[in-house]
């Protein structure tokens, strides 16, 4: 039985897991160490754009069934959702998962119950059993005790696509990986109190193994495409014209090149298995290698275009990830439009929609300024859309007349 869980980390994963939870009707406490995110939280509000969140959240904390807190506090089960990522040299770091460990540990109970969400190394929910056990040397936990452990653990990685979350955080299907069996059998009662889809009990290792799998073939295929893209370029074909035409064959499915992959999933995660395996996982590294060098290319291509005008206006449309978000982190969006402006190929005129002001890095150039769509579109003579977000869709086709286009989405065809 779960009357309290704690959801350790606010953010992308852990805020709409903590409102899905107390809409069930649990009482959930969100522990962040982010002050601003716990207070705003608290306030009834969502620290960051997704949809339907905003409401699950005032919903959630209007009931007195959420609220949030900057220190841990005992609870039936405790979710940990903090970032797993990658350093400079592609290895992990795995510092917020032992911060968020030490924090549950001071308060585990016997009988409770810790969930790793995050998306994580082969071996960290084996790893994170042991930082328990040895912040709890009172307590006895499954790796080594087994199923008469005090404490269960489990790994349930995250699989919701940003911009659908608050769907797929209920209709997509669970992996669950018990450290021990009962283990997995604890957490599948957890999650099936939300999840409408099936939860599918495995180990902690194979379930690691399978999420890192599914963002890995995702950046091989989207290699594949941004691949083909540059080998376009170079052939002077459309790649868009490519790739439609060899998927009008039954088994072909090439997705859509862009400037680069982004995010904190697909861009990182493949490194976990490198890491791992380092020997045997060549064409997943290849892949990474295709799609970090893609914005490289993009820049060149701009650059050299750039070069034929003097003084040359030009906008760059999108800096998020991916579309409909406004989510920075690793976008290849705004590398590429820092860099243009590092370099100084002419004066930039920058629209994301969903930001207010530019991030710093991008600010402190001093190249570049945020405006509106049309008033980017009105001034510039190169257009560079990089992110496919609805705002560009619609634009008429007139606007484009008499500039010169680099559409990195294929979203102007
Ligand atoms: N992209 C392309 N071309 C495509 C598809 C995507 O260039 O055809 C780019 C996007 O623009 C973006 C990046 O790839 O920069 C990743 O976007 P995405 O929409 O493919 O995935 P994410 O990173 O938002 O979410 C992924 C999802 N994983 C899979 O689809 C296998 C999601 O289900 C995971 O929960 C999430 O990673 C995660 O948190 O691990």
């Known amino acids: 039985m779960f009357s309290t869980v704690s959801v350790v980390g606010l953010g992308y994963i852990g805020l709409p897991t903590a409102a899905a939870l107390a809409t069930k009707g649990l009482d959930v406490v969100g522990v962040d160490v982010n002050r601003a995110t716990v207070d705003l939280i608290n306030a009834g509000q969502a620290p960051f754009v997704e949809p339907d969140l905003a409401v699950a959240v005032s919903g959630a904390v209007a009931m007195g069934r959420l609220r949030a ?20 040299d592609h290895e992990p770091d795995l510092s917020f998962v032992r911060a968020a460990a030490a924090a549950v540990a001071d308060v585990l109970q016997p009988g409770a ?59 997509n299907d669970r ?9 997995g059998a604890r957490a599948k009662g957890l999650y099936e109190l939300f999840a409408q889809g099936r939860c599918h009990v495995t180990d902690a290792t194979t379930a690691e193994m399978a999420k890192l799998s599914e963002n890995a073939f995702r950046d091989v295929n989207i290699a594949f495409a941004n691949e083909l893209s540059m080998i376009c370029d170079k052939l002077g074909i459309d790649a868009t014209d490519v790739i439609t035409l060899a998927n009008r064959h039954p088994r072909v499915n090439i997705l859509q090149p862009g400037p680069g992959v982004g995010g904190h999933c697909i861009a990182v995660d493949p490194w976990f298995i490198v890491s791992a395996a380092g020997d045997q996982a060549r064409l997943i590294r290849t892949a990474r290698q295709v799609n970090d060098a893609k914005p490289a290319h993009v820049i060149a291509e701009v650059s050299k275009t750039a070069a034929r005008f003097k003084d040359p206006v030009v906008a760059c449309l999108g800096l ?9 982190r690793e976008s290849p969006a705004l590398h590429i439009t820092t860099e243009l402006a590092r370099q100084g190929v002419g004066r930039l005129l920058v629209v994301e929609p969903h930001i207010t002001e530019l991030p ?41 007349r008499g500039k010169v286009v680099f559409d990195t989405r294929s979203v102007w065809r």
């Open 175 to 183: 992996l669950i990986g018990g450290v021990s069996e009962c283990c």
């Open 360 to 400: 710093p890095v991008l600010a402190d150039t001093g190249q570049a300024k945020l405006v509106d769509l049309e008033a980017a579109l009105q001034e510039s003579d190169l257009i560079v859309l990089l992110v496919d977000h609805d705002a560009f869709r619609g634009v008429k086709r007139t606007m484009l």
């Open 320 to 328: 998020a990830f991916k579309a409909d978000v406004d989510d920075l």
């Open 113 to 171: 119950l810790v969930v790793l969400e995050s998306t994580s190394p082969p071996g960290t929910t084996l790893q994170l059993s042991q930082w328990l056990a040895e912040r709890r040397p009172d307590l006895t936990f499954p790796h080594s005790a087994g199923a008469a452990a005090d404490v269960h653990v489990a790994h349930c990685p995250e699989r919701v696509l940003p911009g659908r979350i608050m769907i797929e955080i209920v209709t």
């Open 69 to 88: 807190a900057t220190e841990a506090e005992p609870a039936d089960a405790f979710i940990i959702a903090v970032p797993t990522p990658v350093g400079d």
